[in-house]
């Protein structure tokens, strides 16, 4: 979990001080939100299908408890 915040940190450190990597992130994100709008709410759908996909194969553990 620290090694998570740790690299979380570092990652948001390097938006902050690079303007040009943090002008392609911004503008990536509202490429995406753009995206989502443009083909709703079949968009919605899809995006919670893939996340609670992925949280039911994260879960999954191929040795028994």
């Not at 490429?31 to 899809?46: E, K, M, R, T």
């Amino acid at each position: 979990m620290l090694r998570v915040f740790g690299l979380m940190g570092l990652a948001c450190g390097f938006v902050v001080i690079s303007q040009p990597f943090r002008m392609t992130v911004l503008h990536g994100i509202d490429a995406a939100v753009s995206s989502l709008n443009h083909y709703s709410p079949l968009s919605y759908i899809g995006l919670g299908i893939v996340f609670l996909g992925g949280a039911a194969l994260s879960l999954h553990s191929p040795r028994p408890h």
